[in-house]
């Protein structure tokens, strides 16, 4: 079975405030309400949180596409 029918219907990563961190900057992520979030810098540098709008990948990589800006997206994980 192709692994293209689990993109975006699967999120396998750690929610439970796993923290990952690259050059300087911590970032955290965790669900609400149901929903996947990560909290890591914008494009300001502060730190927000950021809905998980898509996911790619299930294995050995998964990535997530966030909405940080409000006319782009950009991929985290």
């Known amino acids: 079975m192709s ?3 689990w993109v975006n219907t699967i999120t396998r990563g750690d929610f439970n405030n796993a923290k990952f ?3 300087g900057v911590t970032s955290t992520f965790f669900k609400r309400d149901g929903q996947f979030f990560v909290n ?3 494009a300001d540098g502060k730190l927000a949180d950021f809905a998980i ?3 790619f990948g299930v294995t050995p990589l998964q990535q997530y596409l966030i909405g940080a800006l409000s006319s782009s997206e950009y991929c985290v994980g």
Request: include cysteine; proline fraction near 0%; aromatic fraction near 8%.
């Open 21 to 23: 961190e690259n050059h």
């Open 53 to 55: 709008k898509y996911t």
């Open 3 to 5: 692994h293209h029918c």
């Open 40 to 42: 890591t810098d914008g």
